[in-house]
């Protein structure tokens, strides 16, 4: 049998989240290549969201990302347990052997993030359906407004 909506996970890929973040670990030009297609919203999950927030602040301030600095910040910021620890942060460099394939993760993050944002978009829309007593024309650019938003 077929599981409702309700049943379903939102469109997500830990692997891909996982791996971005491990390539952006071990090669330092790698976040140069994705930092125009995913961003920390983009993530499903939030610790990688946080990771990946914190990788572009140290990028920003011209620091290195690799694990010491990345753990060193995380721990200013009394993040570092909430992502998942020291651990956590060695295994994604210690699970990816090159960077090269780095964009088509950012790409798989990037569609689904944008998936959710499509499911997000329909719920919101179809409250707007059930306001009867407003204006239809305007009831339409709202949900045209949330459509093109999306994107």
Same mark, same amino acid.
């Not at 920390?40 to 602040?57: L, Q």
């Not at 499911?119 to 407004?145: F, R």
């Given at each position: 049998?077929?599981?409702?909506?309700? /049943?379903?996970?939102?469109?997500?890929?830990?692997?891909?989240?996982?791996?971005?973040? !491990?390539?952006?670990?071990?090669?330092?030009?790698?976040?140069?290549?994705?930092?125009?297609?995913?961003?920390?919203?983009?993530?499903?999950?939030?610790? @990688?969201?946080?990771?990946?927030?914190?990788?572009?602040?140290?990028?920003?301030?011209?620091?290195?990302?690799?694990?010491?600095?990345?753990?060193?910040?995380? /721990? /200013?910021?009394? $993040? $570092?347990?909430?992502?998942? !620890?020291?651990?956590? $942060?060695?295994?994604?460099?210690?699970?990816?052997?090159?960077?090269? @394939?780095?964009? @088509?993760?950012? &790409?798989?993050? &990037?569609?689904? =993030?944008?998936?959710?944002?499509?499911?997000?978009? =329909?719920?919101?829309?179809?409250?707007? !359906?059930?306001?009867?007593? /407003?204006?239809?024309?305007?009831?339409?650019?709202? =949900?045209?407004?949330?459509?093109?938003?999306?994107?």
């Amino acid at each position: 049998m077929a599981k409702t909506s309700l /049943e379903k996970l939102p469109p997500q890929n830990i692997e891909a989240e996982q791996s971005l973040l !491990g390539c952006l670990l071990i090669d330092k030009n790698a976040i140069i290549k994705i930092l125009d297609i995913v961003n920390e919203y983009d993530f499903y999950k939030d610790s @990688h969201s946080t990771i990946f927030s914190v990788m572009k602040e140290l990028y920003a301030k011209q620091e290195p990302i690799d694990i010491l600095s990345l753990t060193n910040r995380l /721990e /200013e910021k009394n $993040l $570092l347990e909430k992502v998942g !620890g020291r651990t956590y $942060l060695a295994t994604l460099s210690n699970s990816i052997a090159t960077s090269s @394939h780095v964009t @088509h993760y950012a &790409q798989i993050i &990037q569609k689904k =993030a944008t998936l959710r944002r499509l499911l997000e978009a =329909a719920a919101e829309m179809t409250e707007l !359906g059930y306001k009867e007593d /407003e204006d239809v024309e305007k009831i339409l650019d709202e =949900a045209e407004q949330k459509l093109f938003q999306v994107t």
